[in-house]
């Protein structure tokens, strides 16, 4: 059995989560809170070692610095949450950042449509090449909305857009099963390799 | 992108984004066309409900018999994210329902931004329905930036609170299964909406209803009944004609032409 | 002024994005990498709202001796404690990373491995449902899983060819027709935000 001090922590942290298969135990809501409290500090202390502390180390105080209070100035506005009368001062920071991650969609998504396309025109010379089509369409034709009463053409193809799309889900669902058997093994073999000391 | 490179100096458009401007431009003009015709109350076609919509107020009511809260998880990513962008409307949805029957609603999130977000969206909708005293700051939490350290506080959370419904609507990581389970431990009647095809089918497969990809874009836009907002959604099926078209039409040029395939080297200069 | 001016600097910003990626002129300029900067720069300087979030919840846990009080201590300690570690030192110094790979690593690696155990808890309740549609997703499923185990091969030689043949043609066309769909979606969605026609996230009815 191991001495290490790293080894059993990580021992009775792996058992205490496995714990929870069972039911909710004080053990697992050690971990729980534990693992939460980490990752929320973890997450802060992250932030400021990689983006606020060179900010205000580097730049700002760098020639043509000032830019940099802008942003910053912008982020706090988000506080004004919790100072009453002052709560609408927050969705300052919240429009901008929204309008922001629209534009990369609108700038960045249609190369994602234009790919789909050019990748699915293909030669007509082969059945799979015309069945890789059906499908496609297929499923165009599931999702679409407007027809209530969708024509006899469309609903067949939908039929056979929702099957091609139920086999894709179901590939990519058999496809992780194995992968997160694997995962589960690697705890379990550090259990009882790097723990207990069996199986050597 | 280099700036050197081929005829960069000489273009309008940076190279390779040619076919995407034309298909943004196409929408965009197509959903102005549409929100123009509504606005005139000129004939539309109707849209079709879609099931997830429905279950909304069903799910509300069936926590209210059961005496249990409600849990809406907009996914572990940040607001960039079109997916979490969608969730809002549904949200509102929630929150207005929630209101309506008394019923608590509890919301988590895994990033800072949404959080903030979510908790102002579901304040306000209690403030216009009339129920302010109903929001509970406590109910709407953010619990870790770390997905798993995240699924682990919903994990506790589905346990010792029990929702009697649990919405996931937004973008998932391989946390999802530990949601589902969490949700379908608790007796949870589940809702799932998300377009990352790694997670769809642990949705389809675990939950009781789901909605796939652009179904969940076309809810959030159709929730509210707002016919502004629906009249959007007939432009993205004009849209999904002409990407049809398209690739009819390119998978005929090259039958035809070949590899040299004139409409394909287009639609990617 | 208070609701329409953030929308609109919303829609400026967004434009903004669209310019800079899209036209040589612009992007010439090197702007739209210095923009992404400053905004991530503006999420950080918001980085403690989830903490303030945190730190509430459970203070008010531990004030009013709510059920199960006594680990909210932990997870505000925690909290506090690693936060406070990593405001002085970097996140490669011994005491943090020791944190890191010890505490968090085999919890994260541990709850990764539950999702096996759930995995087919999953494919159980997919089965009992007992229709065409779970059928069709479990049949896949099978075959994907047997096809990558390579038992399937053993069974039946022809195996590897199906399976090669259904990843090329239903799995292809299935997943484009969700990925364009999904990309016609967010554009709508993304267009609908921009033209201030979507605002629950404001706090603000739609319309």
């Not at chain 1, 400021?48 to 502390?53: H, P």
């Not at chain 2, 960069?8 to 298909?23: H, K, W």
């Amino acid at each position: 059995m191991s001495t290490s001090l790293a080894v059993w922590t990580g021992a009775l942290l792996t058992l205490a989560v496995l714990s929870f298969l069972y039911d909710d135990n004080p053990a697992w809501r050690i971990t729980e809170h534990l693992y939460v409290g980490l990752a929320a500090g973890y997450g802060l202390g992250y932030t400021w070692q990689n983006y606020l502390r060179p900010v205000l180390l580097n730049q700002v105080g760098a020639p043509g610095g000032w830019i940099w209070i802008f942003p910053l100035v912008l982020g706090a506005l988000l506080y004004t949450r919790y100072i009453r009368g002052w709560e609408w001062l927050a969705r300052f920071p919240m429009g901008i950042w929204i309008g922001y991650g629209a534009g990369y969609i609108l700038a960045y998504l249609p190369r994602v449509v234009v790919g789909q396309v050019t990748g699915s025109m293909v030669a007509l010379n082969s059945l799979s090449n015309v069945a890789l089509l059906v499908c496609l369409l297929g499923g165009f034709a599931t999702f679409v909305f407007t027809l209530p009463d969708r024509p006899g053409l469309i609903r067949t193809a939908g039929r056979i857009g929702r099957y091609a799309i139920l086999i894709a889900l179901g590939v990519a669902f058999g496809g992780t099963v194995l992968y997160r058997f694997t995962l589960l093994y690697g705890q379990v073999h550090f259990l009882v390799h790097d723990w207990l000391g069996l199986g050597h | 992108m280099g700036f050197d490179g081929p005829g960069y100096g000489a273009r309008l458009l940076l190279p390779g984004y040619l076919g995407s401007a034309l298909l943004a431009a196409l929408l965009l003009a197509l959903m102005l066309i549409c929100l123009f015709r509504a606005r005139h109350g000129l004939r539309m076609p109707h849209l079709r409900r879609l099931p997830g919509i429905r279950v909304l107020e069903e799910m509300v009511g069936r926590a209210t018999e059961m005496g249990r809260p409600v849990h809406m998880t907009p996914g572990t990513d940040d607001p960039r994210n079109p997916q979490v962008l969608a969730s809002f409307p549904i949200l509102r949805q929630l929150a207005l329902a929630a209101a309506r029957y008394d019923t608590p609603l509890l919301h988590t999130s895994a990033d800072q931004i949404v959080y903030a977000l979510s908790d102002a969206t579901i304040q306000q909708t209690y403030i216009e329905a009339g129920r302010a005293s109903l929001y509970d700051p406590e109910h709407v939490r953010y619990l870790s930036d770390n997905p798993f350290a995240y699924a682990a506080a919903v994990m506790g959370m589905f346990r010792r609170e029990r929702p009697a419904a649990n919405v996931m609507f937004g973008n998932f990581g391989a946390e999802a299964l530990l949601l589902i389970e969490a949700g379908a431990d608790a007796g949870s009647l589940q809702l799932a909406a998300t377009s990352n095809i790694f997670q769809l089918p642990f949705f389809v497969a675990g939950c009781d209803y789901t909605l796939i990809g652009e179904e969940m874009y076309v809810a959030a836009a159709s929730v509210s009944g707002d016919p502004m907002l629906r009249s959007t959604v007939i432009a993205q099926d004009w849209m999904r004609l002409v990407v049809a078209l398209l690739v009819l039409a390119g998978a005929i040029v090259h039958t035809l032409a070949g590899p040299s395939d004139p409409l394909r080297r287009w639609l990617q200069r | 002024m208070r609701k329409e001016l953030p929308i609109w600097l919303g829609t400026m910003a967004g434009a903004f994005v669209v310019a800079t990626r899209w036209f040589t002129l612009v992007n010439a300029t090197g702007v739209d990498r210095m923009a992404d900067r400053l905004i991530v720069a503006s999420y950080a300087a918001a980085a403690a709202v989830g903490f303030i979030g945190l730190t509430r919840v459970h203070l008010r846990a531990i004030d009013a001796r709510r059920p199960l009080w006594g680990y909210s201590i932990v997870l505000l300690v925690a909290m506090y404690g690693y936060a406070g570690l990593l405001f002085f030192l970097p996140a490669s110094a011994p005491l943090p990373s020791w944190i890191f790979l010890n505490v968090m690593g085999p919890v994260f690696s541990t709850m990764y491995g539950l999702i096996a155990f759930f995995i087919t808890s999953a494919a159980y309740r997919a089965f009992r449902v007992r229709n065409l549609e779970s059928g069709i997703l479990l049949a896949a499923a099978a075959i994907a899983l047997l096809g990558n185990s390579a038992v399937g091969g053993r069974i039946w030689h022809g195996w590897d060819g199906l399976v090669a043949w259904i990843m090329a043609v239903p799995v292809t066309g299935g997943f484009r027709a969700i990925q364009v769909g999904a990309a016609l979606g967010a554009l709508g969605t993304a267009v609908r935000v921009l033209l201030g026609l979507e605002r629950s996230h404001m706090g603000s009815p739609q319309g």
